[in-house]
Structure formats: C-alpha cells, structure tokens
C-alpha cells in the first residue's frame, strides 16, 4: 500500500533509484550501509555517464550556508557543515571563506530571519565559540553599503545592509558529487547503469519497476524517482513541482586576479538573486537564482495511457550543444559582476549555462511515497538549495522510505495538494528576477551578446 501516514512499511528486497544527483546518489550511500536493507539489492540508473554534464549536481561550485529563513533547513544545513569541514571537504573541495548575504533596501525579509537563525544556531554552540574557520566572530552585521563594500573588498559589494557569516563558504560540486560516488563504489552494494527511464511500469495501484528508452525493463519492489528537474516526465506533478531554469556565467581571469579574489567571500543578494563565487583554478561565476525559466513541453501522461500533458522540463546542452544564455539573463550577470567585482566588469564570458531547478512552491523539497502507488517513492524538488545537504540528505531520505521522516520535516516534505496545469514559481522570499518567463520567448528576444 501507499504509505501517506509514515506508518512502518515492508523492507523492500530490490530498490531501484533514478537519477544519480545529489539526492538519487546520496540514497544510494545511505541504503548501502543501512542494517534494514542489508539484504536488498540496490541499482542506480542515469540516463548519462557519471557525472551527468548537465544535472544540477555538477557544477564548479555551489554555496554552502546554514543561513536560511527556515529554521529546519538552518539547522539541518548546520550539520551538514559539519561534514564539510571534515572528510567530506578534507581534499580542498569545501572552501570556508565565508557568506555576505545581502538585501537591497525594503527587501531584507529573508536575510533578517536568516541572521536571526544562524545568530540562534551561534548561540546554542552550532559552532564552537561562535568563530568562523578564520578565527573571526563568526557574524557580522553590516548596516551599510560601504560596510558590504569593506568586507567584500573588491571595490564593489551589492546591496544595502545584511551581514557576513564566517563559517558559511561553497564548495567544487564535482569533486563533492566524484567523492560520494566512490564512497558508494567502495561499498560495492550498487549496481550502476546508463540508461534511460521512459516511463514507470505499473501493476494496478503499484509500481513495480521501470521500461527503459533501450526497451529494456528493470523490475523493482521499490522505485526512488530521483530524477530532479526531469521528474515530471516520469511522474504527474503539475502544480507540485516544477523544472525552472537558471542562468550561470563563467569568465577566465588571470593569476594575479586569481590571488587577489581566491578568498573573498561569497555575495549573495537576496533581493536580485545575483550571486558571485570566488574564483578558482583561474575561472570566476556569476549567476542568479530565480524564478527562471520554464519550458513548457508536450510528454505523454506518465499515468494515462494515450493522453498527453504539458510540464517544464529542461533543455541543456545535452540536448543543444550551443545553447547560450537569453539577452535577458546575460545582461542581468554583466550588471552584477560590474557592481559586485567592478576591475572585472567587462571581461567577457567565456562560458554560459542554464541549469535546471526543479522547483516547489515554497521551496520544500518532496521526498515521500506516492500517496496512490505502492512501490513508488519521490525525492526531489531541490529547489535550488539542496546540494548544500549532500552528506546528510540520503540518511534523511532513507528515514522517509521507512516511514519515519523527521518531525520538523513532516509536512514539507510530504505530497500536497496537488494542482491540474503547470508552472511553479518558488515563492520562499530568496528569489530574483521575473515571475513567469518562458525560456523561448526569451531566446526569441536574443542570446549571445
Ligand atoms: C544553477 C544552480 C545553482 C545552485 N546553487 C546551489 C547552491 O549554491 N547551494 C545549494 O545547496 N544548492 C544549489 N543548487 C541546488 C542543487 O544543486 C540541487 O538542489 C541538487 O543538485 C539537485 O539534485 P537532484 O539529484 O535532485 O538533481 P540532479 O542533480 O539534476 O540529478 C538528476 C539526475 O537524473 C538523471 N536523469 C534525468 N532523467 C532521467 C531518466 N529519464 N532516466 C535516468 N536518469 C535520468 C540526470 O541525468 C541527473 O543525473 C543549485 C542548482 C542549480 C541548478
């Protein structure tokens, strides 16, 4: 049966996970040294080879902060810090130069709660006498412009008031996504495979597997849909979540500049979304999360045989190997770097992608049986915020397959209400940019400058 109340469900023998991102990987991990499922076997199917150019879990970087509005993603954040300052980053690939989380005047609701949250985790000792890796208070408050400016030291900032969290940084996702996959590899529990799902095979209300674009066919007592902003092709979640897209640009930057900017801090604007990373190995990213892009596309219903459904899905250079960013997005990073690292205000991109969130309304991910079908599990809607979570968030998956997810989660994580047509916009308080961008039209206004 479905398993909508978190009661105790039977260990399943065979557990088949789709998707090897973040959250498909890391249940992967966690199952492979859980006592319950010891003697299930495990496979794991990507549609591409490890690791995926194009899933939202590979990329240079991606930030690393408790510094959240909600108090359950700050604390579950603060201890998947702790695992980034051990094993997890031991070999460079988790930089702690710390957070500016910033707010343009009259929109500083986010960054207030989250200074509220991480002054709070401070306090109850999160992080022991409250210092960051540097040695420094581990908050500071900045109240003004040239108070950004100060701590950024750059000669830019963004913003007008927020503050710097020093035991906040980011990490080299790659390297993250290349350690946990050899973790799981070293256990020797998982069976990988490139494939691609097409669709879920049922047996009246149950899932028992899945037909794969080969016409090949793998059956399984449970199906972990992992696979973050194509899930909707997979399984009906218009009005739960959505895939949106989100514009990141590169630019190559010389030696000295790389020794100048290696440890700034992160700066995050969370009134525009725009954010920078520090440079490494000579390359520096300017990107934004927002509302994005969504990209309507006709897919048969995963359910509903014969019928058909419009949902988001993504478009990458998997599928276009041109693909630039829209007019609109570039302008957007161009304007950013300027303010925020002005010397390198006109350098021009030498690389440029969208990449995908797959998004909820409030921004909680969905991690939860299928309130219909036995044998069918969902763990994604990342939101763009999830890779943060990579050391701890399998464990917390496997809590929700047996039926014990955390308290403090229960009713995020859990299928809501469920809506007829398409198209999520994340309203948490932490997006920029325009609400309802179509990724075409945008195109059609013009890409590459
Ligand atoms: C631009 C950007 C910036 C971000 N910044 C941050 C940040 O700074 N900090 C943070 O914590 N989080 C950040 N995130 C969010 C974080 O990266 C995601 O929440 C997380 O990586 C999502 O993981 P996932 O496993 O759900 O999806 P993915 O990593 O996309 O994995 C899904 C996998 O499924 C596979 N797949 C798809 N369809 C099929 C199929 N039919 N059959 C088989 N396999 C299939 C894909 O190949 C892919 O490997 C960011 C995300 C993006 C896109």
């Known amino acids: 049966m479905p398993n909508p109340d978190n009661s105790t469900p039977p260990i399943p023998s065979s557990v088949l996970i789709l998707g090897s991102g973040v959250f498909g990987l ?60 051990g094993e997890w980053g031991a070999d460079g690939s988790y930089d702690e130069v710390g957070l500016c989380l910033v707010a343009d005047s009259g929109k500083a609701e986010y960054v207030k709660k989250s200074l509220q949250n991480v ?84 047996s009246g209300n149950k899932v028992i597997g899945v ?37 990141l640009a590169y630019l190559d930057i010389t030696q000295e500049e790389q020794d100048r900017l290696g440890k700034i801090p992160v700066l995050l604007n969370m009134s525009t979304g725009m954010f920078v990373i520090p440079p490494r190995d000579r390359v520096l990213k300017v990107a934004r999360h927002a509302y994005g892009y969504s990209n309507p596309t006709r897919v048969p219903h995963p359910e509903k045989h014969g019928e058909s459904m ?61 309130p219909c079908y036995e044998g069918l599990f969902l763990a994604t809607g990342g939101s763009g915020h999830g890779f943060k979570f990579l050391p701890v968030i399998g464990d917390k998956i496997v809590d929700c397959i047996l039926g014990k997810t955390p308290e403090e989660f229960r009713d995020k994580w859990s299928w809501p209400e469920k809506g007829k047509e398409d198209g999520v916009w994340t309203d948490d308080g932490s997006r920029g940019g325009k609400k309802g961008s179509v990724l075409d039209e945008e195109m059609r206004k013009g890409s590459r400058l």
């Open 310 to 370: 419009v949902v988001s899905l993504p478009r990458t250079k998997v599928d276009e190997p041109d693909q630039w960013i829209p007019k609109e997005g570039e302008l957007a990073c161009r304007k950013a770097l300027r303010e925020m690292i002005p010397s390198l205000g006109d350098r021009p991109f030498s690389y440029t992608r969208i990449c995908w969130y797959m998004d909820t309304p409030t921004g909680d991910w969905l991690i939860t049986h299928h």
């Open 26 to 85: 890391s249940t992967a991990l966690s199952l492979s040294t859980h006592p319950s499922f010891t003697h299930s076997t495990i496979t794991l199917v990507d549609r591409s080879a490890f690791p995926a150019p194009d899933s939202a879990s590979i990329d240079t970087s991606r930030i690393i902060r408790a510094d959240y509005a909600d108090p359950a993603y700050s604390a579950l954040a603060a201890k998947a810090s702790k695992h980034w300052r």
């Open 119 to 202: 002054q709070g985790l401070v306090k109850s000792g999160a992080r022991q006498a409250g210092q960051g890796r540097a040695g420094k208070d581990r908050v500071q408050v900045l109240d003004t412009r040239e108070e950004i400016e100060r701590v950024m030291n750059t000669g830019g900032g963004s913003g007008e008031s927020g503050y710097v969290n020093w035991a906040s940084g980011w990490a080299d996702a790659e390297a993250a996504m290349r350690y946990c996959r050899r973790k799981v590899e070293e256990l020797g529990r998982v069976s990988f495979r490139k494939a691609e799902a097409k669709s879920l095979l049922y």
């Open 211 to 247: 037909e794969l674009v080969d016409g090949g066919r793998i059956l399984a007592d449970l199906t972990v849909v992992a696979t973050g902003a194509w899930s909707g092709k997979l399984v009906d979640l218009r009005g739960i979540a959505s895939a949106t897209g989100q514009v």
